[in-house]
């Protein structure tokens, strides 16, 4: 624990941008069908300070299966690209993946935001398009699996890092994903309930926000 203890401490100590809370954010999450939760809002309000602070966010966010993790997520990452940054959200699998591209995409369009879902599928032509959108910074969001990390997959200005099902990478996955940028926020999804003392070993160097409401 004092490992961890360490770990989160000397993380806090670097510096990244400071992101504020934007309208573009709070205008997307306005058009939604539904208003967010209390758990969401608080969620949402946590990741909000951690962007803020100037220092790198490493956040869990844990939450059942229809929660809402992926959208307090989108709502982050509007942040991030209405102050000029880009994201990148990798998923397990390409099924999942896929699921994530189509609850962020549309809600982030509408909002002049482009999204590109890259998988070991993309070849040729279609790929090297995605791939110049991400570069020249056109595309603000990338979905993707492993393909995320792979050597020709460049970012004009990553900052902020989501991981869905966070356990089913390594440690050095993740960290590669987040080494195409400079101190590169990072968002931890899990579905999964997590003990406290596994919590503790898995993540003791992340915060933690629950949502525990549907």
């Known amino acids: 624990q004092l490992a961890m203890a360490q770990r989160k401490a000397a993380r806090r100590r670097e510096p990244a941008a400071r992101i504020p809370a934007g309208d573009l954010g709070n205008r997307i999450r306005a058009d939604l069908p539904f208003a967010f939760t209390g758990a969401q809002d608080r969620a949402l309000a946590e990741i909000r300070g951690d962007l803020a602070a100037g220092e790198r966010m490493s956040r869990l966010v844990q939450g059942d299966v229809g929660s809402g993790k992926t959208l307090v997520a989108m709502c982050a990452m509007a942040d991030v690209a209405e102050a000029g940054g880009q994201n990148a ?32 599928r993309d070849k040729g032509a279609a790929r090297a398009e995605k791939l110049r959108a991400l570069a020249s910074g056109a595309a603000k969001v990338a979905v993707g699996t492993h393909a995320l990390f792979q050597n020709d997959v460049a970012f004009q200005r990553l900052q902020m890092v989501v991981v869905d099902e966070q356990h089913r990478f390594g440690v050095a996955e993740r960290q590669r994903l987040q080494a195409k940028g400079e101190a590169v926020h990072l968002i931890a999804m899990s579905a999964t309930p997590i003990p406290r003392t596994l919590e503790l070993t898995l993540y003791g160097d992340l915060d933690v926000s629950r949502i525990e409401e549907k």
């Open 89 to 120: 959200l990798m998923a397990p699998t390409e099924i999942l993946a896929r699921q994530h591209y189509e609850t962020i995409a549309g809600p982030l369009a509408a909002h002049g935001i482009e999204v590109v879902l890259l998988t070991g």
